[in-house]
């Protein structure tokens, strides 16, 4: 995939702000113009050239939540209601309590748009009939950054209000290996019912360290056989911008849709993940009854 060319596709022209063109260079700011939503425009901030202090400090991460509206378990399910807050803010405030940087909602809907900003967050409007969250977050990032200057992105689902700001940190140490493409999460399963439900993923991993796994596959089955630890698959992922663009270009795979799980995409394309384990499974609000829970967790939390 040409993502220069792809990215340059959806930029449309620089267009003058109250800063001054001096200002904007020295800053590493320009402001461009996108058709993002059912034909509307939209502006965003990107960051192009050399800015003047530390950009790989100020530009090498990038945290992107995608939030689709549409829910068939659970309609509307980003702005659902969580201690006074839409789940999606309590998602973008976790992301920003890692302290990795920018953080931004990739949404396909206006209202979800509005209630992130009023909260103080930054969003993107995206394409409604994508097929996964990787490809939202793909095309936020061409919006974001047309100029390829973000190395990192890490991909923290939107319906995760529960999740530890750590494990989010976490998430970016396999990288640190120039061997590894993708890096995600995983939590060693000690309830005996979730290694036979088919609704906990699991990874097969081969251990590097106590608290690392190259992952070998994902299945929804028991596996693997014998005496062992099992692990809980965590879906948060972090790529290195390449790593990103081949697994969008790549499309679907065999395994990946006998399994409905995406990131063995990567796998049988010879992409190498691995697995970090930490030690909490964030709630994963699908249905009423998870959010019922969520909304209780927070609250205790709130009142700690």
Known sequence: MDTQNNCSARRRHAFATGIPGRMRRKLGLLIVRCNTYKGAASETFCHFGKPARSPAAAMSNLILIPARLASTRLPGKPLAD???????????????????????????????????????????????????????????????????????????????????????????????????????????????????NENVVKVVGSPLSVSRLRALYFTRATAPWGEGPLYHHIGLYAYRRKALERFIALGPSPLESRERLEQLRALEAGMRIDVEIVRSVPLGVDTPADLDRARQIIASTARA
């Open 82 to 196: 969580i201690d006074g807050v839409p789940m999606i803010v309590h998602v973008a405030r976790r992301a920003a309590e890692a302290g990795l940087g920018r953080v931004v909602v990739a949404t396909d809907a206006a209202d979800v748009l509005k209630s992130v900003q009023a909260h103080g967050f930054e969003a993107v409007m995206t394409r409604s009939d994508h097929a996964s969250g990787s490809d939202r977050i793909f095309e936020a990032l061409c919006l974001i950054d047309p100029s390829g200057i973000i190395d990192t992105i890490i991909n923290v689902q939107g319906d995760l209000p529960t999740i530890e700001p750590q494990s989010i940190a976490a998430s970016l140490a396999p990288l640190a290996d120039p061997a590894v493409d993708i890096a995600t999460l995983a939590v060693e399963i000690e309830r005996d019912e979730e290694k036979t």
